[in-house]
């Protein structure tokens, strides 16, 4: 900001979030004045993540965004789940990690850190922030059987299997769910002796006779962590309890979150969950889902949607992050490659824009110099977006605001992009402020990130260029014949090429 310039925008519409727990739009409080503390149900690495998984820390991305864009001082956590997860979330079949182990006949902890690495690629390829920690379930067990052992005598009750809580000792079990505690859907009841079908592990122990790949001492037996407990703990030593928000997708509404709740009421010795503070985090945050036409979005059954696959397919993951924004984060999305391709088109049609207002732009020094995560604020020295652009920007504020409205949000961004007749840098800063939300990374993408060539294509880069070089001055000399078997050439090597695009795209590779 210069001495005399405008004042930078300060967004200033009342945040507000659709909290699960009251099913009601509330407006943001934060719990420590000017900060916003949130954690995020991360993957179980057990094997990769689908598009779907990654909906979610898109999502959880957007609200992060949005948290800084809106001045507060963001701690984000996500966990990485390397133990407890069982193949039923309500506390039946086998530790997932240790099924894969099996399966592939190799180490939980190799199995653990070749997945946990694959996740944190697509997050990076998503343009998703690091959060602030990543906390490793595996880490945390000597924590785990502290909290455990705090709320064991009053909640708890021991079977052979393992240490179960009882959720009848706390008030307002399964609220969340909106579930009634004894016959709530899917609770079926898969331990007997279970003093309620909605009781659940805590600590499972290590059957007699056998040893597993992973296991503790603990109070109860050799053994292993409850998934929800993991959540429990990990959220609150490193956030504190009450923190302001905890996310996940809906499906984690039914059983894994009222299980957290439930134990977080036990451990803060709060009862019924009028106060919302008492469930652990003020407010809870559920994505929907993402799925595919056939049915539920599964890494066992048909085509696997992994991120990788869009890319072997010559998509842009951003691609896929704008589709994800083009949804509001509570509506189910419908997955489809038609989907896909459109929103690279508008991706593309974007990136062109900004490029083409960039070129109008003389370069100032220490240009180069954006922060990866896409383009970010702008920097003091630079210009920041007039008068001009605050109703654009209030707008912008007012979308992201009311509940993340990603799909509004980014119209206004567009409408921007199409201004003419107003001052380059004030345009640009004004797009840089509103893409540190959308995280699209326009104000630094190349051209090139969004024509990935799809496997199978061997022909390079270079290849193509000479060939259309060659195939202009045969037009302009008005040899057609070898103009034609140019382009017939490159088509038979998968280039299609693209005369008169309307945004200026020469080829693309099919
Ligand atoms: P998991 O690794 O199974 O624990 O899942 C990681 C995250 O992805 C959780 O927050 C899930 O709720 C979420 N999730 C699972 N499937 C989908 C889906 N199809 N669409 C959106 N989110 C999902
Ligand atoms: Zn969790």
Sequence with gaps: MSVHGPAPFAPSAPLKLFNSLTRQLEAFQPVHAGEARVYSCGPTVYNYPHIGNMRAYVFADILGRTLSFKGLKLTHVINITDVGHLTDDADDGEDKMEK???????????????????????????????????????????????????????????????????????????RLARAQTEDGEGRIEAVECKRNAADFAIWRKTPPGEKRQMEWDSPWGKGAPGWHLECSVMSGEVLGFPFDIHTGGIDHREIHHPNEIAQNQAFCCTNGLDLPANSGARVWMHNNFLVERSGKMSKSSGEFLRLQLLIDKGYSPLAYRLMCLQAHYRSELEFSWDGLAAALTRLKRMLIAVQQLKDRIPLRTGEGDHPQDGGGAPSLAEPVPGPRFTPFLERFDAAVSDDLNTPVALTVFEEVLALKKVD????????????????????????????????????????????????KEARAAKDFARSDALRDELVAKGVEVMDGDPLGWEWKLV
């Design 100 to 174: 894969m182990a099996k399966a592939q006949a190799q180490s939980i902890w190799d199995i653990a850190q070749h997945f946990t690495q694959a996740y944190w690629e697509d997050v990076k390829a998503l343009n998703i922030r690091q959060p602030a920690r990543w906390t490793i379930a595996t880490e945390y067990v000597p924590q785990m059987i502290a909290f455990a052992e705090k709320i064991a005598a009053k909640h708890c009750y021991e079977l052979d299997s393992g240490l179960y809580f009882d959720v009848s000792t706390v008030a307002d079990y399964g």
């Design 424 to 471: 380059a840098s004030e345009k640009l800063a004004a797009l840089a402020a509103m893409d540190a939300v959308l995280g699209l990374g326009l104000l630094t993408l190349d051209r090139k990130a969004l024509r990935l060539k799809p496997k199978g294509v061997e022909i390079e880069e270079t290849e193509i260029e000479s060939a259309l070089e060659a195939r």
